[in-house]
């Protein structure tokens, strides 16, 4: 924890509703910037949706490599 407390690219967020010290680097929040930046992108664009087709095919490849999303992330 000591060489992390250390680290040029830490960056402390505080503390989460438990109470207890939450962390991130600088990495991810130009990560989650970029994110954030695309999406207001595309709610700009008039058409961006999926198929539901493609959309279908990709949940089932997923849920086949085990990965299981909830109703709200489908």
């Given at each position: 924890?000591?060489?992390?407390?250390?680290?040029?690219?830490?960056?402390?967020?505080g503390r989460d509703g438990r109470?207890?010290?939450?962390?991130?680097?600088?990495?991810?929040?130009?990560?989650?910037?970029?994110?954030?930046?695309?999406?207001?992108?595309?709610?700009?664009?008039?058409?961006?949706?999926?198929?539901?087709?493609?959309?279908?095919?990709?949940?089932?490849?997923?849920?086949?490599?085990?990965?299981?999303l909830s109703g709200e992330q489908a």
């Amino acid at each position: 924890m000591g060489a992390m407390h250390g680290s040029p690219d830490l960056v402390e967020l505080g503390r989460d509703g438990r109470g207890e010290d939450r962390f991130t680097t600088r990495d991810m929040i130009e990560a989650e910037q970029h994110l954030h930046r695309a999406a207001e992108m595309m709610a700009e664009r008039e058409r961006h949706e999926v198929s539901d087709r493609d959309r279908e095919t990709a949940l089932a490849r997923a849920e086949q490599r085990g990965l299981v999303l909830s109703g709200e992330q489908a």
